[in-house]
């Protein structure tokens, strides 16, 4: 039950997710339908492939995709006097997307017997992988590559989960608005990874 609700809390959050992000990029229905559904499913792609699970699994999974493609016809109706709070509203999408499918990540490798440091990738492929593969194929900059804390919260989720410090529906709720809330304080409060420092070179 819980693995469901993740699988559709993360389905409908990234995919409004990359829906949004290809209007904002002037994308025509069948642009955002590609894109909306590539982020909604391309973390849970990446994770199988890395993990040694059948690519074509993903197609077994005909709810969901009925699930997002309904979130991103919503949002394409949308009239643009929302849409424009995206920059607002649009992180926390994202970031209820990332919560949702690093849990849903890391339960499925613990649930697969697999060791810690496959839990960790697994978590944090398939929280960042839909919105790595959407902000490449819009042409935007990669968000976990920029200096604000992103990936490092589905490390944190793998680490808690495959260390199983957290057990029952109760707990992973708590543990999804945690993530949430702390990447969210990432975004308001600017928190940073330490970056290589480049001194000055004298001429």
């Not at 499913?41 to 969901?64: A, D, K, S």
Request: charged share 10%; with cysteine.
């Amino acid at each position: 039950m819980t693995w469901d609700v993740l699988n559709i809390i993360g389905t409908i959050a990234f995919a409004i997710s990359g829906a949004i992000i290809a209007m904002e990029e002037d994308y025509d229905l069948l642009g955002i339908c590609v894109l909306g559904l590539t982020t909604a499913f391309g973390g849970g792609m990446i994770r199988n492939l890395m993990i040694g699970i059948p690519v074509e699994t993903i197609w077994t999974q005909n709810h969901l995709f009925e699930i997002a493609l309904f979130a991103i016809i919503v949002v394409f109706l949308l009239p643009n006097m929302i849409i424009k709070y995206w920059n607002k509203w649009g992180t926390f999408f994202d970031a209820i997307g990332l919560a949702a499918f690093s849990i849903q990540g890391a339960n499925f490798a613990v649930q697969s017997g697999a060791p810690l440091s496959a839990v960790l990738i697994a978590s944090t492929l398939t929280g960042v992988g839909g919105g790595l593969v959407r902000d490449i194929l819009a042409g935007r900059k990669p968000m976990i590559f920029q200096s604000d804390v992103y990936a490092a919260w589905g490390i944190l989720t793998g680490l808690v989960l495959g260390l199983e410090w957290v057990h029952g529906t109760f707990e992973i709720i708590v543990l999804l608005i945690i993530i949430v809330a702390l990447r969210m304080c990432s975004v308001i409060f600017k928190w940073r990874l330490p970056k290589h420092f480049k001194g000055q070179t004298k001429p």
